[in-house]
């Protein structure tokens, strides 16, 4: 580990959660509707193994989204997340919410892409903030740990790198 990443490991290691964005982050942030009136997105599979493989580690994970989704929904049961709010106004309150039902209430990574949650990185119990490669310029610029890839091509598996690392818990090559 360089100087460099030594602050960004001291964050990750103690992050206890994970709120999870979805739109821009678990997905390429396109929304495709069929003629039917139906909704579509495209989620990475690699961003389930790796929620999974945090899971497994014990770290607490959370969607809090601005849409309602049916297919959200599915998502997060396939991956065995419980903490989920959709359809929030206010992210910081949906986190206040999830905190009250048993959610951890500090040292969590909040992980975005839009201004929208700028209200989760500012969330006094958020210690980590992470972003994806094509975020708004204005998250680029606040996010702590910004990954190589964009949003909706596996960036989870780069956040579980990092946290596992810092944890020492990184058994892979």
Known sequence: MSDTQKPLYDLAR???????????????????????????????????????????????????????????????????ISFIRQGADSKAEALNELVLEGFPASHLCAIGDDIQDFQLFEHPAVTLAATVANAHPAVLAKAQFVTQRRGGEGVIVELSELLLRAREQWHFA
Do not use: C, M, P, W
Request: net charge negative.
């Open 14 to 80: 103690s992050i206890q959660g994970i709120v999870l964005d979805v739109d821009g982050v678990l997905t390429d942030g396109k929304i495709i509707y069929s003629s039917d009136g139906s909704e579509q997105k495209h989620f990475h599979v690699q961003d389930g193994g790796s929620l999974k493989l945090l899971a497994n580690h014990g770290i607490a994970l959370a969607i809090i989204t601005g849409r309602q989704s049916s297919i959200v929904q599915r998502r997060a049961e396939e991956l065995g």
